[in-house]
């Protein structure tokens, strides 16, 4: 496929992703359930060929990262303990890719910086742990392990940029609010709505920021790109 007809079909696919992203939230908060199952599990695979239609070669844990991620969009969806859990072992593993790639990248070459994210997130993470702790019962082990590995991805995250960073922290934020209602507390006003707006916008910025600091050379060919998604 030539430049002009690959950056064409990532148009499309960004559009669609787009498009698919406005319904799903639009259908969460006009409560059309079927719309709402219909549209979740498009939403990452529409990302990752988004990515692969981008990139002309996209970093390789990136497109793994996106299909375990909507491995647990689909098993949240089924309902239940067992599935939340493997839900939750999918996004896990979503996680593992996304700091492995990474330190892979280069985010942990300034140690300062580094370090003085980190402990910003440990205090974040303790903060978050001991409040929640009281009410997540049978889940205390399990959400403060995955936890974890979603403050791992927003420290690393960081490293790579200010798209990355926030979306790390967008990540954070949205599985945060999902904690919140494990732990019984009172939900906000349009909570399902908060939940999934901050997670589409955390994985496409982690997406887009990760392809820039692959292959900062394509930055000014893939800027239209960026542009359209915003």
């Not at 890719?97 to 910086?113: E, H, I």
């Not at 980190?118 to 903060?127: I, S």
Request: proline share 4%; hydrophobic share 55%.
């Amino acid at each position: 496929m030539t430049i002009t007809g690959r950056l064409r079909t990532a148009r499309g696919l960004l559009s669609a992703f787009a498009i698919t992203s406005a319904t799903h939230l639009g259908a969460i908060a006009t409560g059309a359930s079927a719309l709402q199952y219909a549209t979740k599990p498009a939403l990452m695979p529409l990302l990752a060929g988004w990515v692969a239609a981008r990139a002309e070669q996209a970093p390789q844990l990136l497109v793994p990262a996106l299909a375990f991620s909507t491995g647990g969009d689909v098993l949240l969806q089924v309902g239940g303990e067992a599935a939340f859990l493997a839900g939750m072992g999918s996004f896990a593993a979503a996680h593992l890719c996304y700091v492995t790639m990474f330190v892979k990248l280069g985010a942990l070459g300034d140690r300062r910086r580094t370090v003085l994210t980190a402990l910003a997130y440990a205090a974040a993470w303790g903060v978050m742990i001991s409040q929640l702790w009281p009410g997540l019962g049978d889940l205390k082990i399990p959400v403060a392990v995955y936890s974890l590995l979603l403050s791992s991805t927003a420290v690393t995250s960081a490293g790579l940029g200010w798209r990355t960073g926030l979306g790390g922290a967008l990540f954070l934020l949205s599985d945060t609010l999902i904690a919140t209602d494990l732990a019984h507390w009172k939900a906000l006003p349009g909570h399902g709505v908060w939940v999934m707006a901050t997670y589409i916008a955390a994985q496409y910025l982690l997406a887009d920021g990760t392809v820039r600091a692959a292959e900062p050379e394509q930055t000014a060919v893939s800027a239209p790109l960026a542009t359209a998604g915003r």
